[in-house]
């Protein structure tokens, strides 16, 4: 393993909420999910931290796995001996170039995560990548990616992306993580027929559209964005986990082929009314906290989801019920966890 001869500084902690699961540190689902990035959280490197001098790593030529994590490499470069290296894991440096990597092209994993790149650029030779990582950093836009056609999962978290283009060639690729941006439009995904994964959390959509040729997409978290009405969603006829938490959504409606949906997430709208999902039978977890709902009938709705287990309703009129959980229980005998509380037997 790849290692700093001299003492290295204390890793700190980082809230990557907003992500999808695999990039960042390991959190819960929902953590994960949730479309937000606290803006107060500083970033782990300092940008006053001095670069260190790679003479100062002793890197080993048969290790397959290389971390260099938070070692304040300030340029990457004399790594031309990890000939046999799958993953290189460069992420909490102080970073501003892509370079001097057309040596490696054994790499399978490249992870670059929050350093100080501005532009995807010098991976043309890394051809049997397979996932990048390049989340938390300056990125304005996708490019130079068009030789990675082995890419199976592609993480851009939190940079300053304004559109989605420059994917066409992706498809193979699975896992698509573009939360945090600046993007307005959802487009130019038609050819990724493989993705089964899309994250699109805390940008600036407007308007579910676009994702017609989509058809094994699993996962879409869309949350923290401007979306007022579901719809766009009839050809996602596989997908398995919506989340349009933290929107401006006043209907539940345009689920009608969406019937193996096990997670609906609609927490931190406008809605009043729980409709349209009767037929969603294999329903497992049903978030619609902090919204308008009042009539306790609405939970007919969910009665046909024999396997519900979790149902988030807190921060609804409802909640003023000082029967809240005994009524929930009656009406859902099947549910197991009422907001935050699991239910004791």
């Not at 609405?298 to 609804?316: G, H, I, P, Q």
Request: aromatic share 4%; proline share 2%; glycine share 4%.
């Amino acid at each position: 393993m790849a290692s700093l001869s001299t003492g290295e500084p204390q890793e700190m902690e980082v809230d990557r909420r907003g992500e999808s699961e695999e990039s960042g540190d390991d959190e819960t689902r929902r953590k994960s999910i949730n479309g937000e990035v606290d803006p107060n959280q500083p970033t782990t490197t300092s940008k006053e931290e001095s670069p260190v001098d790679m003479d100062t790593i002793t890197l080993d030529p048969e290790e397959e796995d290389v971390d260099l994590v938070h070692c304040r490499i300030g340029k990457i470069e004399g790594l031309e001996v990890l000939q046999k290296a799958k993953t290189l894991t460069l992420r909490q440096n102080l970073i501003k170039k892509i370079e001097n990597l057309d040596s490696l092209s054994s790499l399978r994993e490249l992870d670059l995560y929050d350093n100080q790149i501005r532009k995807l650029e010098n991976l043309q030779n890394l051809t049997e990548l397979e996932q990048l990582d390049v989340s938390f950093n300056i990125l304005r836009k996708v490019e130079g990616l068009e030789n990675l056609t082995r890419l199976k999962k592609l993480f851009l978290l939190h940079n300053k992306i304004s559109c989605i283009a420059n994917l066409e060639h992706f498809t193979g690729l699975e896992m698509l993580e573009l939360g945090s941006n600046r993007i307005r439009v959802i487009e130019n995904l038609d050819t990724l027929t493989s993705l089964q994964s899309l994250f699109l959390g805390t940008n600036k959509i407007t308007q579910l559209q676009h994702l017609e040729g989509l058809h094994n997409l699993t996962v879409l978290s869309i949350q923290s964005n401007r979306i007022t009405k579901i719809e766009g969603l009839q050809s996602l006829v596989n997908l398995r986990e919506l989340y349009l938490s933290h929107n401006g959504i006043e209907v539940i409606e345009g689920l009608e082929n969406n019937k193996k949906l096990t997670t609906l997430d609609i927490a931190a709208n406008r809605v009043k009314k729980i409709e349209n999902i009767s037929h969603l039978t294999e329903l497992q977890e049903f978030w619609m906290n902090d919204n308008q709902i009042e009539n306790w009938s609405d939970l007919d709705e969910l009665k046909n989801a024999k396997s519900l287990e979790t149902v988030y309703l807190e921060r609804n009129p409802l909640q003023k019920d000082p029967q809240y959980r005994r009524k929930i229980m009656l009406a859902l005998p099947s549910v197991r966890q009422i907001d935050a509380t699991f239910i004791r037997f």
